[in-house]
């Protein structure tokens, strides 16, 4: 074990980035709550709250993970749909974090991560709640490092590019995947591996002044 990150909790854990970060975690020795959607939908944000409140975990890391991003045109998307995804992405973050961040704060330490997107501040056709979801994350994670930072928990948030996963494969045909690797400094997309190496540091003890960030690993996409 190379921290001090004991017990994890990692929502969207069944796959992709999640479960890239869950696994790193657990070869570092560490117990992961990784709620499955039958457990936990967060798109049912009541429901959030009540699971948490039901939980009587206080984890080391909070790792808020799960997103989902199905493209659709402004003038296309429903009231729901515009809805649904912030309710994902950020309201179910926010209810997470209004119960687990006391908790954490009251034990005087604590490490909540939340993966946001490069999205967050480019823009991107079809992309408009998922962009509204990741830019409100990161002021979210900014607010908490600022209210929770006096009681040793550190929030960050990490703005991940291009990475290979479900997500990407389904919202991109092979020629845009192309495109966008060629586009990428690096000239390839990242692996979930690499975003989880980034959040186990931020989410262990080895990162002991990195808070209220937004962290971009993309290849150096967003470079130009
Ligand atoms: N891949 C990228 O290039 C990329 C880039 C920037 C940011 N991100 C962000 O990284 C995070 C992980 O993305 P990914 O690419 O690993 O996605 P993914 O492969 O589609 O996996 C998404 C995960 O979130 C879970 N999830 C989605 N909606 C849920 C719901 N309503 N309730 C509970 N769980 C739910 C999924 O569970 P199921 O297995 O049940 O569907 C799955 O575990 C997301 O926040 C995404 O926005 C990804």
């Known amino acids: 074990m190379n921290d001090d990150t ?3 909790i990692v929502t969207g854990g069944s796959r992709g980035i999640g479960a890239a970060i869950a696994k790193r975690l657990e070869g570092d020795g560490c117990t992961v709550r990784r709620p499955l959607r039958e457990e936990l939908d967060l798109s049912d944000v009541s429901a959030v709250r009540v699971w948490a409140e039901s939980d009587d975990t206080v984890p080391d890391a909070l790792v808020l993970n799960a997103g989902e991003n199905i493209p659709t045109p402004l003038e296309e998307m429903t009231t729901e749909h515009w809805q649904r995804t912030l309710d994902v ?3 179910s973050c926010f209810e997470l974090i209004r119960v687990y961040g006391p908790r954490m704060a009251a034990r005087g330490r604590g ?3 939340a993966i946001s997107s490069f999205l967050s501040f480019r823009g991107r056709v079809g992309r408009g709640p998922y962009s509204a979801s ?8 900014r607010v908490a490092a600022l209210e929770y930072g006096p009681s040793g928990v550190l929030a960050n948030a990490v703005c991940p ?6 997500l990407t494969l389904q919202n991109n ?5 192309a495109h966008l690797a060629s586009t990428t400094a690096l000239r390839r997309l990242g692996t979930p591996e690499e975003v989880a190496e980034l959040v186990v ?3 262990g003890d080895r990162n002991t002044y ?4 937004t962290l971009v690993i993309d290849g150096g996409y967003t470079c130009q």
């Open 6 to 8: 004991r017990t994890a």
């Open 89 to 91: 992405n950020l309201n």
């Open 111 to 113: 490490r909540i991560v």
């Open 134 to 141: 990741k830019a409100a994350l990161d002021a979210l994670i």
């Open 161 to 166: 590019g291009f990475v290979m996963t479900d």
């Open 173 to 177: 045909d092979e020629a845009t995947l």
């Open 201 to 203: 540091f931020l989410a």
């Open 210 to 213: 990195v808070t209220g960030q």
